[in-house]
């Protein structure tokens, strides 16, 4: 079955402990992104990632690392947490179709992230 | 970031009636995307559009990619109850700038049908 899985999916953490988000995508998609959800903001892009050891900053990549080791791998790193770093969480991938750009996506099922 | 203005906000319908909700940006996009969350689930993409003045349906669903490529609406015919859940559109500027790879997302329509 094609899909997204991300994990976890649930995480009560404490400030300033480093933490990783995994994403994993079985569709040999080029385009992967991350995206945060927070009320009346909508989904906001983190960051995103063209094809392997390419990566770009997206509309909010402050406190936030990523890498592109693999294809089908986009972890999601949280040096150093702090509370405004609360939100849900969505990877996401796609084919990336050249000029029409990455549009199409696929999304896991979602991360929710606590920081105390 | 680029912004984009989805609404409205939220709707709140009864069943058969039909529903409508845009989105607009002050830049030009040469993709628009609208995109259906169903509560705890990710966003599972509805209808993608790829062409200004681009009119194109779903089942029930119809969107079209303003001639101006500035703004899109979304149109939903005839809503029944598993049409609860937030709307949203997305719109990629165009290719060849430094923003390529960004797609970015509308504040979300929260769709309420009551049966």
């Known amino acids: 079955e094609a899909q997204v899985t991300q994990n976890p999916r649930y995480l009560i953490t404490v400030t300033g402990k480093k933490l990783t988000v995994t994403c994993s995508q079985n569709?040999?998609?080029?385009?992967m992104s991350w995206y945060r959800q927070d009320p009346g903001l909508g989904l906001r892009q983190i960051y995103y990632?063209?094809?392997?050891?390419?990566?770009d900053k997206g509309d909010v990549p402050e406190g936030y690392k990523v890498s592109r080791k693999e294809k089908r791998n986009f972890p999601l790193i949280l040096e150093s947490p702090s509370p405004n770093q609360t939100s849900l969480y969505f990877c996401a991938s796609s084919l990336s179709q050249g000029a029409l750009g990455p549009g199409e996506l696929f999304f896991g099922e979602g991360s929710r992230l606590t920081v105390l | 970031g680029q912004q984009l203005n989805q609404s409205p906000q939220s709707m709140f319908i009864q069943e058969g009636e039909d529903v409508s909700m845009n989105c607009t940006s002050s830049?030009?996009?040469?993709?628009w995307l609208w995109y259906k969350q169903d509560p705890g689930e990710g966003p599972v993409l509805l209808i993608a559009?790829?062409?200004?003045?681009e009119l194109t349906s779903n089942g029930r669903l119809t969107a079209q990619f303003g001639i101006t490529r500035k703004d899109s609406f979304l149109n939903i015919s005839a809503s029944i109850p598993s049409d609860v859940g937030i709307y949203f559109c997305a719109g990629q500027l165009e290719t060849g700038g430094t923003s390529y790879g960004k797609l970015t997302f509308g504040q979300g329509t929260i769709l309420t049908v009551h049966p």
């Open positions: 569709m040999n998609h080029e385009y």
């Open positions: 990632s063209m094809n392997v050891e390419v990566t």
């Open positions: 830049s030009i996009f040469n993709t």
């Open positions: 559009l790829y062409k200004a003045g």
